[in-house]
């Protein structure tokens, strides 16, 4: 059994600067609502450290591993809850749409014996979570290219 929650947004700026800004671990605090802090390489099956915010609870650090990463398109780091019984995938996405569009996506896949576990209340904050996440996202970086755009080269 799987279950699935994620946010898409367009995003009107190249998939470059998208991947920029999210392979730049050190700046998250600076945009990221939802991970106020992050720690760790891009490399798989290192840990990172996130100090991770969703809506309506108390700050936490987690510490998932990094499963699979490829430039310029996505991030994806597991971790696992209920004694190993779920499973769950983080993923963040990005689509090239064109020369200064793309597509964010960002998600999380549930998957084991006892992903029933994972209650709608909970889907519904990391959906709203992910949902500002991908805004923070999308303003930033287009706030990002617009300045670019406008710089004297």
Known sequence: ?????????GVQ???ELIWEIISDFSTWGEWNPLYRKAEGQMKIGTP????????GEPVRV???VVQDWVPYEQLHWRSSRAGGFVTAV???EIE???ETNST??????????LVRWISRDERRKLRAA??????????HAEALWSKRQNSPT
């Open 1 to 9: 059994m799987q279950r699935a929650v994620e946010h898409r947004t």
């Open 13 to 15: 700026a190249p998939a």
């Open 48 to 55: 990172l450290t996130l100090e991770q915010a969703l809506p």
């Open 62 to 64: 987690i510490q998932p």
């Open 90 to 92: 983080r993923y963040i």
């Open 96 to 98: 090239k749409m064109g």
């Open 104 to 113: 964010f996506s960002n998600g999380e896949l549930f998957m084991g014996m």
């Open 130 to 139: 992910y949902t500002q996440m991908g805004e923070a996202l999308r303003d």
